[in-house]
């Protein structure tokens, strides 16, 4: 049994990431730790329960950092919906989040049980990077961190050359990146092509006929047309979900490979460029592992099963 703590900042695709997670066998998810992004830390929070209880999962949930660490909240409603479910404002749900604060209960979970613990992020790196400020031990307690965010020395999704995980909060990535973690780096791009969801594996998605299914899609209505009219993919590119099908199936990705990577911070138009040195320029040793390939129909194929 491999334990997660997934880390996130609740909007749909997240959502759809958490469901898939939940339906293995052999993975139990620990907590989640919200960050605000997508929305507000107070909504990501009310996501991330809602698609608990939509699981009848018992998963206690910690709020944590309401902002970046130098720069204002961006929200991405204009992709996600204002609710970040496509606005679907589903109801509240009953469970409560957790009185203990995110980042304390990243250092109290990992500290307990080093070595023991994956974690997944799937929003900004904030309340990573502040546990690691607080006790920098954490990155030896961790055993893996998968990463999704960046765009490894391709194009940007918020900018031309950023990501928007890493772009929202890039001080706290490179603090992340800095860090020692073991880490592999899940890139928005490999949603993107071949691995968008058209039209017609959308609706065989929805004619699984229950109800995680019909939330999956419908949740992502406004993602949709955010990727189609803004993006320029045919179908719809599920970041988050398709990062944790490599995280759930490594096997997967069909490209892993160890280089140095840097986060540009600083208020210049690469801020929050995830720098990947691939032919070793620097001279810098690894600090990561990143992902440049998957295997698009394997992904789906999980996601089907992980919605059936």
């Not at 660490?69 to 404002?89: S, T």
């Not at 250092?107 to 070595?115: L, S």
Request: hydrophobic share 45%; glycine share 6%; charged share 15%.
């Amino acid at each position: 049994m491999r334990r997660l703590i997934i880390d996130t900042d609740t909007a749909s695709d997240d959502a759809v990431a958490i469901m898939m997670a939940l339906a293995q066998p052999n993975i139990s998810v620990d907590a989640l730790t919200i960050v605000a992004g997508n929305v507000n830390l107070s909504q990501a929070s009310q996501n991330a329960r809602f698609v608990l209880e939509l699981c009848n999962a018992s998963v206690p949930v910690y709020e944590g950092c309401p902002a970046p660490w130098l720069q204002q909240a961006a929200p991405a409603d204009w992709f996600h919906g204002e609710d970040g479910m496509g606005n679907q404002h589903y109801p509240p749900p009953q469970q409560p989040a957790e009185s203990l604060h995110a980042v304390s209960a990243l250092i109290d979970r990992f500290k307990a049980e080093p070595g023991e613990i994956e974690l997944v992020t799937l929003g900004p790196l904030t309340n990573l990077a502040t546990a690691l400020a607080m006790e920098p031990q954490l990155a030896a307690w961790i055993k893996h961190t998968w990463i999704m965010g960046g765009a490894a020395n391709t194009v940007g999704n918020v900018t031309p050359a950023a990501e928007y995980n890493i772009w929202c909060d890039p001080e706290a990535a490179q603090c992340v990146i800095q860090s020692g973690l073991s880490m592999t780096l899940l890139g928005w791009e490999l949603s993107c092509d071949e691995a968008t969801l058209n039209r017609a594996e959308m609706q065989a998605i929805r004619a699984l006929n229950n109800q995680r299914a019909t939330v999956a899609i419908d949740c992502n209505v406004h993602a949709l047309q955010a990727v189609e009219t803004l993006q320029g993919q045919n179908g719809l590119a599920l970041a988050d979900p398709v990062a944790m099908a490599v995280v759930l199936d490594e096997s997967i990705a069909t490209s892993l490979e160890h280089f140095h990577v840097e986060i540009a911070v600083g208020n210049t138009n690469t801020r929050g460029m995830t720098i990947v040195d691939k032919l070793h320029v620097t001279g810098q040793p690894a600090n990561a592992r990143v992902c440049h390939a998957i295997d698009a129909m394997r992904w789906k194929s999980l996601l089907t099963y992980a919605l059936s």
